[in-house]
């Protein structure tokens, strides 16, 4: 047993220092990046945002309507090999686990098209199962951009990095439906998580994605000041037409469901029922019914934009460059 006694943060610790900004409108800032894979070999440019592959938010539909703003989304791994014969709209992953049936799937979905973006997702990727099997994909479709996760830490980042990884999925326990870290006790403030694995990730030339713990735009900030490349968003992006979900009233308001991919709703849906020998790391419950997903993403860009103004940023590949991040007292920081 050994304790760390170096200070850890979450978004919520820290706020970001205005700087002397030379912008004169938040419409100056380009908020698109271009982006080097180290595996794939290719580039991208887009808004690095990713809708999560949770249910509910990880659809075709959502795929569909993020795409016209030139960001991703990544599928929910409960889609049928079937439902992709169908046009997979642009920037989106194909989201798979690490058992046979996934491996079989994406074997089924590379017979028609072969997949641009995959996306490894596991709640612990610290096993060598994982790794074996992010290096068999990667030398199975050597041209696709992979992302795989999830981990919160320098060596992890690294490794997953040169077993064939283009960007790693940095967060465990950060989301909002997520209760890793009260069940297992297992976790890593997201904020730093971000900061030490974006720097391992970059010191290979890898690219790392922020997943979890984003409530707001200010925290999508945070996130790319970290240092962070991509970020992933699920509560964010629940609550709207392209959830595929019924509207429903709870107590004269309008909802949706909402829940983590390791709840025992998920389960029972998606499993057939939780398995004895696992226990439920995700809540359940409701989301406020947003409508469109066109207007929180107006919102969102728009946040980033302000942020980038305020410190000076005339794009997001600059954030990060001009961001200070200062400390704040965490029950004073409740009150805003």
Known sequence: MRIENDIKLDYDDVLIRPKRSSLTSRNDVSLERTLKFPH??????????????????????????LSNFKMMTALHKFHKSSDY???????????????????????QIAETQTPKFICIDVANGYTERFVAFVKKVRKDFPKSIIMAGNVVTGEMTEE?????????????????????????????????????????????????????????????????????????????????????????????????????????????????????????????GYVEYKGSVKNTVEEILGGLRSTCTYVGASSIKELSKRTTFVQVNRQLNNIF
């Open 85 to 107: 014969k169908k046009i997979i709209p642009e920037f989106t992953f194909i989201t798979i686990g690490i058992t046979n049936q996934d491996e079989e799937k994406l074997k």
């Open 40 to 65: 794939a070999k290719t580039e991208w440019t887009g808004i690095p945002i990713i809708a999560a592959n949770m249910d509910g938010i990880g659809t075709f539909q959502m795929a569909k309507s």
């Open 160 to 284: 997953l990095i040169l077993s064939g990884a283009d960007i790693v999925k940095v967060g465990i326990g950060p989301g909002s439906v997520c209760i890793t870290r009260k069940v297992a006790g297992v976790g890593y403030p997201q904020l730093s998580a971000v900061i030490e694995c974006a720097d391992a990730a970059h010191g290979l030339k890898g690219l790392v994605c922020a997943d979890g713990g984003t409530r707001s735009s200010g925290d999508i900030a945070k996130a790319f000041g970290a240092g962070a490349d991509f970020v992933m968003a699920g509560g964010l992006f629940a609550g709207h037409d392209e959830s595929g979900f019924k509207i429903m009233t709870k107590e004269g308001k309008k909802v949706m469901e909402h829940y983590g991919s390791s709840s025992a709703r998920a389960m029972k849906k998606n499993n057939g029922g939780k398995a004895s020998y696992r226990a439920s790391e995700g809540k359940e």
